[in-house]
């Protein structure tokens, strides 16, 4: 690794990076930003394809820029872990993550770093900050999805939300955002129970520091079958399956919301001497939502105000939680 440590390193996790191109796309991205002042620091998770070799030949090209993390000590680690060891090796003030298989615009460096440039000179240097934008959801083809990754899923990041909410409903997309060295130090290693690296960062920065949400489309959020994230479902979706088996239907909700639980629970435990009274009672709370009874649950959204973005979606977990 280079002994100068540049401002900004992009952190990039990868496996199965072969398949469709998609890796050797997103290094086109990247190599084409108005910004170029930046490292890349990359992780192949293992992959049985020719990822590795794809990162090889584009070092060949960029030696200087192009780093790759335990090149000759091949393990899986997950999607979350593998993220976390890349972390774990970054050295910059400023850090953006990436993913395998997106397009980013020509200015989203650019952009990201001004907007972090902003908020350190509005915050200070040590406090935990991040910055994210909107995206544009397309297929594996690059048809457009919808014009808005935030529209889509139905989320409000730019409207005030509790630390109760973001405890209940992580938003970020970690490869449209960008993070200073304080986040990186106040969120640790990522712990397995996480789930969702970006969500430990949303949920770190909202406690210990500040949140910035940017209307702006920063990239190509390709969706596909491959994609680790959830794809969203139509409202009247949803309907029909509540009243096809609402039983059923109940206990698949509560499945689909363990990840946000455990997420809640490992902050907790990592946090909860850090603090304050309030953000550790919205905390505790979702952590040990599923051993509350049912009017505890309902006090507890309440007094937390554990809501969601979405009035509607508030609504049905009050009913169903």
């Given at each position: 690794m280079p002994d100068q440590t540049p401002t900004l390193e992009i952190a990039m996790?990868?496996?199965?990076?072969?398949?469709?191109?998609?890796l050797e796309q997103q290094l086109k991205t990247l190599f084409a930003q108005t910004?170029?002042?930046?490292?890349?620091?990359?992780?192949?998770?293992?992959?049985?394809?020719?990822?590795?070799?794809?990162?090889?030949?584009?070092?060949?090209?960029?030696?200087?820029?192009?780093?790759?993390?335990?090149?000759?000590?091949?393990?899986?680690?997950?999607?979350?872990?593998?993220?976390?060891?890349?972390?774990?090796?970054?050295?910059?003030?400023?850090?953006?993550?990436?993913?395998?298989?997106?397009?980013?615009?020509?200015?989203?460096?650019?952009?990201?770093?001004?907007?972090?440039?902003?908020?350190?000179?509005?915050?200070?240097?040590?406090?935990?900050?991040?910055?994210?934008?909107?995206?544009?959801?397309?297929?594996?083809?690059?048809?457009?999805?919808?014009?808005?990754f935030w529209a889509l899923y139905r989320f409000s990041p730019r409207h005030y939300r509790s630390f109760g909410s973001v405890c209940l409903e992580t938003v970020i997309s970690g490869m449209a955002s960008i993070f200073n060295r304080a986040l990186i130090q106040k969120a640790g290693k990522i712990p397995p129970e996480a789930v969702f690296h970006d969500g430990w960062l949303e949920i770190t920065a909202a406690a210990f520091g500040y949140v910035e949400a940017r209307p702006e489309i920063s990239a190509d959020y390709r969706r596909h079958t491959s994609n680790a994230s959830p794809s969203p479902?139509?409202?009247?979706?949803?309907?029909?399956?509540?009243?096809?088996?609402?039983?059923?239907?109940?206990?698949?909700?509560?499945?689909?919301?363990?990840?946000?639980?455990?997420?809640?629970?490992?902050?907790?435990?990592?946090?909860?001497?850090?603090?304050?009274?309030?953000?550790?009672?919205?905390?505790?709370?979702?952590?040990?939502?599923?051993?509350?009874?049912?009017w505890q649950r309902r006090h507890a959204i309440i007094k937390h105000r554990l809501f969601y973005s979405s009035p509607l979606y508030t609504l049905a977990f009050f009913i169903l939680a």
């Open positions: 996790a990868v496996y199965g990076g072969e398949h469709g191109g998609y910004n170029q002042a930046w490292r890349l620091l990359v992780r192949d998770d293992a992959s049985p394809d020719r990822t590795l070799d794809i990162l090889r030949a584009w070092r060949e090209r960029y030696p200087e820029r192009i780093v790759i993390i335990d090149e000759n000590e091949p393990r899986r680690l997950g999607f979350c872990g593998n993220f976390s060891r890349v972390l774990e090796v970054t050295q910059a003030q400023y850090v953006m993550l990436c993913d395998q298989d997106d397009l980013w615009y020509p200015d989203k460096v650019e952009r990201a770093v001004q907007a972090m440039l902003k908020l350190e000179d509005q915050f200070g240097y040590d406090t935990p900050l991040l910055s994210h934008t909107d995206l544009r959801p397309v297929d594996g083809s690059l048809h457009i999805i919808a014009p808005s479902r139509s409202i009247l979706f949803m309907l029909l399956r509540i009243l096809k088996n609402p039983i059923a239907w109940r206990r698949g909700y509560w499945l689909r919301r363990e990840p946000k639980l455990s997420l809640a629970k490992a902050f907790f435990e990592r946090f909860r001497d850090d603090l304050s009274t309030p953000d550790r009672q919205a905390a505790q709370a979702m952590a040990e939502f599923r051993q509350k009874n049912f």
